[in-house]
C-alpha cells in the first residue's frame, strides 16, 4: 500500500530551525510532487508549499506566510522529501503533513499521518 | 488574499442526503480551479474523497458525488451513515502551483 511517513517534529524554542522528513514507500516517489500541509491545534488545514518532480525541474513554490523562512527538498534515491523550517514563530506551531500530487492533476491524492511540532519557549 | 467560503456546520440525518458547499469570497468557483475534497476525523489525516470537480478517490464510496452548483463547487453525500461523522475541508487551485483551503464544514450526523 502506498504510505508516506512524516518524521522530525518536536518541541522547539522560537527562531530555531527544525527540518522535517517525508518517507515514502509502495510507489516510486521520483514520479509524483509532494505537497507539505499543516494544521495548527483546533485549526483548519493550510497549504504551506509544493516541490515538484525532478521531471518538472524540481522546484518549489511556498505560501505567503513560510515563504522566505521554510525551504522544501527532495532526495528521490531515499524516498523521502523534506520540510526545513527556519526562524520559527509560535504561529508554526501545527500538525505537518505531507501529502502525494499526481503528474497532470491539481488534487492530493495519498497522505501521510503528520507529525506535531510545537514552537515554544 | 484568497478566502475559500464553507458552512462551519452541517447536520444530516442518517439515511439522508447533505450537500456542503464551497465558495470564493471575490469570484465564482469553476473547473478550473479544480476543487477538490478531503474527510478528516479527530486526530487523523485528512483522506482524500473527490478531486478535479467530480472524480472520486480510490476507494471512496459512491455515496460520495462532487459537482459545481451555481457559483460554488459542492460535496453531497447521499445514504449518509454514522462513520461519516467528520470535518470536511474543500481546496481550491489558486494557478502557479498554489493551492487554498476554505476553512471546513463539521458535519453532525443524527
Known amino acids: 500500500d502506498v504510505q508516506l511517513v512524516e518524521s522530525g517534529g518536536g518541541l522547539v524554542q522560537p527562531g530555531r530551525s527544525l527540518r522535517l522528513s517525508c518517507t515514502a514507500s509502495a510507489f516510486t516517489f521520483g514520479d509524483y510532487h509532494i505537497n507539505w500541509v499543516r494544521q495548527a491545534p483546533g485549526k483548519g488545514l493550510e497549504w504551506v508549499g509544493f516541490i515538484r518532480n525532478k521531471a518538472y525541474g524540481g522546484t518549489t513554490e511556498y505560501a505567503a506566510s513560510v515563504k522566505g523562512r521554510f525551504a522544501i527538498s527532495r532526495d528521490d534515491s531515499k524516498a523521502t522529501a523534506y520540510l526545513q523550517m527556519n526562524s520559527l514563530e509560535t504561529e508554526d506551531t501545527a500538525v505537518y503533513y505531507c501529502?502525494?500530487?499526481?503528474?497532470?492533476?491539481?488534487?492530493?491524492?495519498?497522505w501521510g499521518q503528520g507529525t506535531l511540532v510545537t514552537v515554544s519557549s | 488574499q484568497t478566502v475559500v467560503t464553507q458552512e462551519p456546520s452541517f447536520s444530516v440525518s442518517p439515511g439522508g442526503t447533505v450537500t456542503l458547499t464551497c465558495g470564493l469570497s471575490s469570484a465564482s468557483v469553476s473547473t478550473n480551479y479544480y476543487p477538490s475534497w478531503y474527510q478528516q476525523t479527530p486526530g487523523q489525516a485528512p483522506r482524500t474523497l473527490i478531486y478535479s470537480t467530480n472524480t472520486r478517490s480510490s476507494g471512496v464510496p459512491d455515496r460520495f458525488s462532487g459537482s459545481i452548483l451555481g457559483n460554488k463547487a459542492a460535496l453531497t453525500i447521499t445514504g449518509a451513515q454514522a462513520d461519516d461523522e467528520s470535518d470536511y475541508y474543500c481546496m481550491l487551485y489558486l494557478g502557479s502551483d498554489s493551492w487554498v483551503f476554505g476553512g471546513g464544514t463539521k458535519l453532525t450526523v443524527l
Open positions: 501529502a502525494r500530487l499526481p503528474v497532470g492533476t491539481k488534487g492530493f491524492d495519498y
